[in-house]
């Protein structure tokens, strides 16, 4: 009885963990708020090893993802991120790792023009943190990206639609044309894509469908150069 009452009395052995993950948590987050990234993922990772349980480590996960990211190293921090995800699904921060993931994808969409698989992974996974967490601080900046990589993806289909169309491949130039209507239709491309899949059933001698795709042009931006583009193109045509 003795012995185990001098037992209760000294330190909590779960205190002194906190405490130990606590004093190797501080110098990985003052390394992270200086912008050492590489230090701070050095700490964070020693932390994760030595006490892989309980809220410093989580943070650590947290913040070794951001440092990737800081860093540039895009798919480092997808990893990391996609870990903290796995490990914590219901952690009050997990919108954050979700948002923090679409961040990442995003930032490799820049110099990935012939790689769309950023830009479709920045996309779903920022849908995924609007639609799950539309109260979470960072919905509103999720509807944002959101918006941008509309942006992006319009106009790249654009640019292809256009390549194949000048090469006369124009069935290839109509199907790329009707991805951007109908997958970004948000997009400023919208109005463009429409103008080539007109021309291009005119040139296939679908003509039923050049001419509604005219008139759905027309509808939707009435003065838009496309529109008088495309009209000037049939009145030429149709005086020749």
């Known amino acids: 009885m003795l012995a185990a009452s001098a037992c209760a009395s000294g330190p909590h052995p779960h205190h002194h963990h906190a405490e130990s993950a606590q004093a190797m948590f501080r110098p990985g987050k003052a390394a992270l708020d200086s912008g050492d990234y590489d230090r701070a993922i050095r700490d964070f990772q020693n932390l994760q090893a030595e006490y892989p349980y309980g809220p410093y480590a989580e943070q650590a996960q947290l913040d070794t993802a951001y440092a990737y990211y800081k860093q540039g190293d895009s798919k480092a921090a997808v990893a990391a991120a996609d870990a903290f995800i796995k490990a914590h699904p219901v952690n009050p921060h997990v919108d954050y790792a979700w948002y923090l993931k679409g961040l990442a994808q995003y930032q490799a969409i820049e110099g990935a023009e012939f790689d769309p698989r950023p830009d479709y992974q920045a996309l779903q996974t920022f849908r995924y943190v609007a639609k799950t967490y539309p109260k979470s601080a960072y919905a509103l900046s ?99």
């Not at 429409?194 to 001419?211: K, Q």
């Open 142 to 240: 999720a509807r944002l990206h959101i918006a941008k990589i509309i942006d992006i993806l319009g106009e790249r289909n654009l640019r292809i639609c256009k390549f194949y169309y000048v090469r006369h491949a124009f069935v290839a130039a109509a199907n790329r044309c009707v991805r951007v209507i109908r997958d970004y239709q948000l997009s400023p491309a919208r109005n463009m894509a429409l103008y080539y899949l007109a021309r291009s059933y005119r040139r296939l001698d679908l003509l039923g469908l050049a001419r509604t795709t005219a008139i759905i042009l027309h509808h939707n931006a009435p003065t838009a150069p496309e529109t008088k583009k495309l009209r000037a193109l049939w009145q030429q045509t149709a005086r020749g």
